[in-house]
């Protein structure tokens, strides 16, 4: 049976906690990681949030398996609570119910995305260098 895409999100929403911009700060402050699944572009021509972790969407699943050959460490376990941020807060959305569906179920994410963390003149750093050979989704936070 087909869906719409307005039905996908709608029920990727239901899923998921999400957080406005201040309610997302308050939690990496309090340890929640930011996953930012921003192309790189985008991200070193508008900045980052700082201590986000950047795993492109198209890796995000390898990048976060409990038990693949592909994780990133600083993933932590099942329990991490996990905020997913992309431009607008809407790819962040169905890539947080990804996260759940893989059995992290704190898994969140911020409404309006980037644009709406930097109109609520929250932190915004430079991104960090790749390190050469290093995969993408596969590095440190910033």
């Known amino acids: 049976m087909r869906t719409t895409l307005d039905a996908l999100f709608a029920a990727a929403c239901e899923?998921?906690?999400?957080?406005?911009?201040?309610?997302?700060?308050?939690?990496?402050?309090?340890?929640?990681?930011?996953?930012?699944?921003?192309?790189?572009?985008?991200?070193?021509?508008?900045?980052?949030?700082?201590?986000?972790?950047?795993?492109?969407?198209?890796?995000?699943?390898?990048?976060?398996?409990?038990?693949?050959?592909?994780?990133?460490?600083?993933?932590?376990?099942l329990n991490t609570r996990l905020i997913v941020l992309c431009d607008h807060g809407c790819s962040s959305a169905l890539?947080?119910?990804?996260?759940?569906?893989?059995?992290?179920?704190?898994?969140?994410?911020?409404?309006?995305g980037f644009e709406a963390w930097q109109a609520a003149g929250l932190p915004v750093v430079a991104p960090r260098d790749p390190v050469a050979g290093e995969l993408p989704g596969g590095g440190p936070p910033d």
């Open 95 to 112: 890539a947080a119910a990804t996260l759940v569906d893989l059995g992290f179920e704190r898994a969140a994410d911020v409404v309006g």
């Open 15 to 77: 899923r998921i906690e999400r957080l406005d911009p201040a309610a997302a700060h308050a939690e990496l402050e309090d340890g929640a990681l930011v996953i930012d699944i921003r192309d790189g572009d985008v991200r070193r021509r508008t900045g980052v949030v700082p201590g986000s972790l950047h795993v492109p969407r198209t890796v995000l699943e390898w990048r976060v398996d409990p038990g693949g050959p592909w994780r990133n460490a600083q993933i932590g376990g």
